[in-house]
């Protein structure tokens, strides 16, 4: 059974500050998401990352995929107010599946 | 395109009624995937249908709950009888053949009374 845990499960931190989001899974994937969701709202795509070594960068987010380690990592650059929401990856199940399996999420609170 | 649809945004029902959700996937996708969230549970996954077909239902927490997807722009959730530990954001989600990269509708908010 694929499990995926995420920490911290919370985050608060300053404004400019830098911070990481880990992601860790105890199976072998090489598909991996990252969802945002904002308060009442629903989960966004962030990041699609299919292959180990794989860097995305959008804005101050930027999110990397090792599958040796099977880990993800989500790292954020001079945070804003902006950013504040909870984060989510999601790995896939492999060839063949059509599932994803989530962590419980990052609760990020960037305060001023 | 309109993303996935979802209806009604939000319901109040009182324990014992029929709650019945409904969700519109991505034109062209066929997959469907029905989630609920609380802040107890986190996300759950219910059930998700390829190709109209049920696969995979064992997160169905009990008979009270099923899942149809009659043709591949329509699907439904109903819950027969509400009770409030029911209540909670259900998420419907598509995504297309051989990519798993799912995309979520807006969610029905539930309130069982």
């Known amino acids: 059974e694929l499990k995926v845990e995420q920490n911290p499960l919370f985050l608060s931190m300053q404004e400019g500050k830098n911070y990481t989001i880990y992601c860790n899974y105890s199976t072998t994937s090489d598909r991996l998401y990252w969802y945002r969701q904002d308060p009442g709202k629903s989960l966004e795509s962030l990041f699609v990352l299919l292959s180990n070594g794989a860097v995305k960068q959008e804005g101050r987010l930027m999110a990397s995929l090792d599958t040796k380690a099977r880990l993800s990592t989500l790292h954020i650059t001079a945070a804003v107010h902006d950013l504040s929401a909870t984060y989510f990856c999601?790995?896939?199940?492999?060839?063949?599946?059509?599932?994803?399996?989530f962590g419980k999420g990052t609760k990020l609170s960037v305060i001023p | 395109d309109a993303g996935v649809i979802q209806s009604p945004r939000h319901e109040v029902t009182e324990m014992g009624q029929e709650v019945t959700l409904r969700c519109k996937p991505i034109s062209g996708h066929n997959s469907l995937f029905w989630y609920r969230q609380t802040m107890m549970r986190g996300l759950e996954l219910l059930i998700y249908?390829?190709?109209?077909?049920?696969?995979?239902d064992s997160g169905m927490p009990e008979d009270r709950f099923s899942a149809k997807m009659p043709n591949a722009s329509f699907s439904t959730l109903k819950i027969q009888p509400s009770e409030p530990r029911d209540s909670a954001v259900y998420f419907c989600a598509s995504s297309l053949a051989g990519l798993d990269e799912q995309f979520f509708g807006p969610g029905t908010r539930l309130t069982v009374l």
């Open positions: 249908f390829n190709n109209n077909v049920p696969i995979d």
């Open positions: 999601a790995v896939s199940s492999g060839a063949g599946s059509y599932q994803l399996t």
